[in-house]
């Protein structure tokens, strides 16, 4: 298994993690607190992540960071939904 195979398989096993703890959280505090460790600017999964994506190869970048911005897509959904459940 080659870099960006490892890279795409870790971006899928966290994206079932980070959206079933967005799903389970029960309050405000939680999902801020959610929020900052996935979301974070400086310290969040997804920048360390991102940082990742510096290692691959000039043909790989371009397969990972659409790959990538799916990621941050859908995570930041779960964020907003979970934000708008535990609002009500």
């Known amino acids: 298994m080659n870099y960006l195979d490892q890279l795409i398989a870790e971006i899928n096993r966290c994206k079932?993690?980070?959206?079933?703890?967005?799903?389970l959280a029960?309050?405000?505090?939680?999902?801020?607190?959610?929020?900052?460790?996935?979301?974070g600017c400086r310290d969040g999964y997804l920048k360390?992540?991102?940082?990742?994506?510096g290692c691959l190869s000039f043909n790989e970048k371009p397969v990972a960071g659409r790959i990538?911005?799916?990621?941050k897509k859908e995570?930041?959904?779960?964020?907003?939904?979970?934000?708008?459940?535990?609002?009500?």
Request: hydrophobic share 50%.
């Open 16 to 23: 079932i993690e980070v959206i079933n703890a967005f799903k």
């Open 68 to 71: 990538f911005d799916n990621f």
């Open 26 to 39: 029960d309050n405000e505090k939680v999902v801020e607190e959610l929020k900052v460790k996935f979301l």
């Open 75 to 88: 995570v930041a959904n779960a964020f907003e939904t979970a934000q708008e459940r535990v609002a009500k």
């Open 48 to 53: 360390k992540v991102q940082k990742l994506l």
